[in-house]
């Protein structure tokens, strides 16, 4: 059950909440990125959420956006986030845009990020928090995420927010040499993250840690 703590009066009490969210639930699980974790510091994930559950914006755990979906647990962006490898000039496609969180995560992070979201709505608010922002190096379209995104391919990182049987073909083919991919994958009520890398042709699946995503619907997903 949630629990609703002290309505937030100021945006000093957001960024002090963003600290330590960032001590307490990303530092002590073993986030090192330096570059991760200053982007979990930056992005106000509170602007992500409906407004009249704000108070619960940094807490640790997931939180529902509307249209069956969910923000994900800040630990979970976090850590897939980390485990792309950034350096910083990348071209990355996520699929799932959702509440836009993981994309800002990745706008602070990267050269371009391309977003497909399956629901109109979610797209449009993502949209509107982008430009409140001034992330302004981020597209999002309306579609099947689980046939990528091949107009701008090939990419050098691949993330995908919502849970398949296994890691969409097209995304493989849309991956580019040396490029990292990180997706759930496994049944609709529990999934592992995968992590695949490509040289050349050869692309290396690793099966990392247990996760909850709700399902990837497209002709490649549920």
Sequence with gaps: MLRRGKARSSSTDYD?????????????????????????????????IPKDMRDLAYCDGPLPIGQGQTISQPYIVALMTELLELTG?????????????????LSRLVSQVYSVERHATLAEQAEKVFTQLGYDNIVISVGDGTLGW?????????????????VPQPLMEQLADGGRLVAPVGSRWSQVLAKV???????TKEHLTAVAFVPLVGKYGW
């Excluded at 001590?23 to 994930?45: C, N, T, W, Y």
């Excluded at 000039?89 to 995560?105: C, H, P, R």
């Design 150 to 166: 091949p107009e701008h391919s090939p990419y050098e990182a691949i993330i995908v927010t919502a849970a398949a049987p296994d």
């Design 197 to 203: 890398k490509r040289q050349g042709e050869t692309l």
């Design 16 to 48: 002090k909440e963003r600290e330590h969210m960032v001590e307490s639930q990303l530092m002590r699980r073993g986030i090192k990125d330096r570059r991760v974790l200053d982007a979990m510091r930056q992005v106000p994930r509170h602007l992500f």
């Design 89 to 105: 000039q990348e071209k990355v496609l996520e699929l799932g845009t959702g509440s836009g969180y993981q994309a800002a995560i």
